[in-house]
């Protein structure tokens, strides 16, 4: 690699125009900095273009053909015709969609005054780093820099994707028809959105859980969530051990043990796997530069963000923790912010979760069993929405919200909502957790009536038996 | 009138099962009081069967239908028929939704031990009770006795209901057919929801807003209604004097004088308008008792909800302040948990108002008017649900969310929201103004990605000019 003659000096570089390296761009845009920002390929990375945003297109038409037959009933004027979906239709939406927010994004970085370069950033040393773009090669010196290139799905052993059968992660959005039988490997919460997107698709779908995996909630979210996989005829295939899946013309077959410990096959048209994050480290250079990592591979990070060499940051889906969005965008704001002088931080204590299923959940705080096993003398609640009025009327009955609070100080530890509105929700939850709240910070304020929230509410009451749609357990009612 | 010998000893007597009634009735039951509840009409009141429930069914039907050519437009299959709305097939859905939701209440009165009865009461002095049910009668000696009989509404001056033409308040969920052409005369909630409920169902829909009045939100909100009024082709007349509104056999002919003082007529096929509440305390009884009322007719109540008699307690819509649920809701919790022994207080100043008109809009706290009239030097900031990608995702991107802040505390005053999700983000801004939140309380936590609450998130950080997807105001953006 040759080194070109001219070093253009510049004062933060960021790598990766993701929602973590974007949102870090504008944040030091907004407070002084001059920032350049190298993307290899599109503005928004895999978030936007592949992930996140695409998959939210697949969710969101998953959800209304769900309540089609919903406004039958009520009275809505229309026919169902032809197949649930027309992919083709779905997939130009996504791409109008994408591209808009794409778009937007590229408008909004001009807007700033951020320099964005289009290439391969490779570290040079520790305050350069060169782009290269074709035949052209440009060398930067940087005051910081913020590494923020995520990473890449790969395949979990025995399965050899092959796009058009064997499927990893978002290049599902390509397919062109709905799978006839489409087999999922894992019950991470985007396998879990496809299985009940595809479901509603038309689709018949397997989901294959490995031995000692389960569904990432709190016991009582996952236990609804099975019961609505087996009334929505979604097959789980539980304390499995996966071998290998092999595609033919046609079919697929997924070879796996049991839980009976028996070998078994499942025949299906396509197979679907969410896979491992693998960091996109390598072609950064950051091993030979020094940078440290994790066993894991994740490039190691202090509280201030920063790698082992002290200007160069790293945010993201290439640093420890779980690889969300939301995570990348927080750690961008705080990165830009350390950088420019600013006392910032991340806590990733509070992230939320929210999935895209049918009905939706979200969860923020401590699960019953994690609340139980930091010691604290746990008091649940649970909600059900069967006994919300809002459920009722817009026919989304199904779910819960469940509520776990420490019974020595009344401190809300835990929000897990399984129901309609939950996305929504998780602003509610989330920021009350963040506030400190206790159950009287809950109970004190007015609900809209009739709204979902009201069930957030209930739950809460239910905790001291003062619910006012839940049947009595009179032992309960305590006076305060 | 003649009372009977045998007077029924009773501990808590609650006139109206309405959603304040019976909230009480619950509580007080929950907190160990022997309650009876007495209705003249159906349990759930005016809200359940007549009002807040019916009116969402609407408002989600007519939420539904106007996302039909979006549905269209991600490829799910089907096939516009016949009318928008058969209205029969509506009422009979909103018929089982109110059924199921009063045999709801019925269940929890009788799992509470709360002894209902039919029939209609009349106070007999301070601390008796007579109910009248047909050629019953039966007196009951209290200890506490909790007015909740609400209002009834009143046609203003110039409109004569017919129930078929012209039409006050909920008379209009008893319509078999969609109107050709809906006049609606004031600016109210309801008006609102309903003159754009109509519109989504078919029917030419014009409004009348009378001279000094307006919609009744933060003059950014009213702004962007009736931009969004004009899209929809709902036509508003502003400034008016409205005089008198005539039936005839197939038509309504309302009179008016317009904003430039000339005699109008609009020619329509229907007429609505809300009305004013006048409180049910005539057959009561309260004046002979001597129970002391406002100037406007309501029950004059101290901070404890007691009336001048102080056994005797009120809540809801015959107590001054504004005619919602969620008020009645909550001072019935609190007269309950007074009545038995607890600490409790109603504080009306974060009433969150969700209105759920196409998009639906949720207020909580100061509009920016209040904040400046009340001494604040006030900091603004609106950021549009066009940049918000869920919103994009779901084509819903009419609207924004607007922040009223307290420029020298950084105390978040009011948030106002016009777009989708709005109203179940209603919980999320009730909680946090509740719990006093500056602007830094909004922007510490994780939102979920993609989500609506993004736009909360990004109008709190453009207050300092930091909004990621907004573009740059430099002068704006602080450091802090």
């Known amino acids: 690699m040759v080194v070109g003659e001219l070093v253009q000096e510049k004062e933060l570089v960021i790598i990766g125009g993701g929602p973590g390296g974007y949102t870090a761009a504008i944040r030091a845009a907004q407070l002084g900095r001059q920032v350049t920002l190298i993307e290899k390929d599109e503005l928004g990375g895999i978030c936007l273009n592949h992930g996140c945003i695409p998959s939210k297109v697949y969710t969101h038409a998953a959800k209304e053909i769900s309540k089609l037959s919903h406004l039958q009933d009520i009275g809505i004027g229309f026919e169902q015709a032809g197949p649930a979906i027309q992919l083709n239709t779905l997939i130009a939406y996504k791409n109008r969609v994408t591209n808009q927010l794409k778009n937007g994004v590229a408008a909004l970085c001009k807007a700033n005054k951020i320099e964005v370069v289009k290439g391969v950033a490779t570290f ?218 600013g006392k910032s931080e991340v806590d990733l204590s509070l992230l939320p979760t929210v999935v895209h299923t049918i009905p939706p959940i979200s969860t923020a705080g401590l699960t019953e069993a994690e609340a139980k096993e930091l010691g604290y003398t746990v008091n649940v609640s649970q909600f059900p929405l069967g006994s919300n009025g809002y459920a009722s009327i817009v026919g989304q009955k199904e779910g819960f919200v469940k509520i776990v609070a420490d019974e020595a100080t009344d401190l809300i530890l835990g929000v897990h909502i399984i129901g309609e509105g939950a996305v929504e929700l998780s602003g509610m939850t989330t920021i009350a957790l963040e506030l400190v709240a206790r159950d009287e910070d809950f109970t004190f304020p007015h609900y809209a009536h009739p709204s979902v929230n009201e069930s957030i509410l209930e739950a809460v009451e239910g905790l001291v038996g003062r619910a006012i749609h839940m049947a009595p357990k009179k032992d309960l009612v305590r006076t305060k």
Chains 1, 2 share one sequence.
């Open 124 to 341: 040079l040393s520790d305050d350069r780093i060169g782009v290269e773009a074709g035949h052209d090669f440009q060398t930067f010196q940087f005051k910081q820099a913020i590494i923020a290139a995520g990473g890449t799905p790969v395949a979990p052993k025995g399965v050899t994707p092959d796009d058009e059968r064997i499927i990893l992660s978002h290049k599902i959005f390509s397919l062109q028809d709905v799978p006839k039988h489409l087999v999922v490997l894992g019950g991470d919460v985007i396998a879990l959105e496809l299985a009940m997107t595809f479901r509603a698709f038309g689709a018949e779908v397997s989901i294959l859980l490995e031995k000692g995996t389960d569904f990432p909630f709190d016991a009582t979210i996952t236990k609804e969530l099975k019961r609505l996989c087996k009334k929505k005829k979604i097959v789980l295939q539980t304390d499995c051990e996966f071998k290998v899946v092999e595609a033919t013309e046609d079919a697929v077959h997924v070879h796996f043990t049991n839980k009976l410990g028996e070998d078994s096959t499942i025949l299906g048209s396509h197979f679907y796997t969410t896979g491992d994050i693998s960091v996109n480290a390598t072609e950064l250079g950051i091993d030979r530069l020094g940078i440290e990592r994790t066993a894991a591979g994740r490039v190691k990070i202090n509280e201030q963000l920063q790698t082992n060499i002290s200007p160069i940051y790293a945010i993201g889906d290439l640093t420890p923790g779980p690889t969300l969005a939301v995570k990348a965008i927080k750690q961008g704001k705080v990165a830009a912010e350390i950088i420019t002088g």
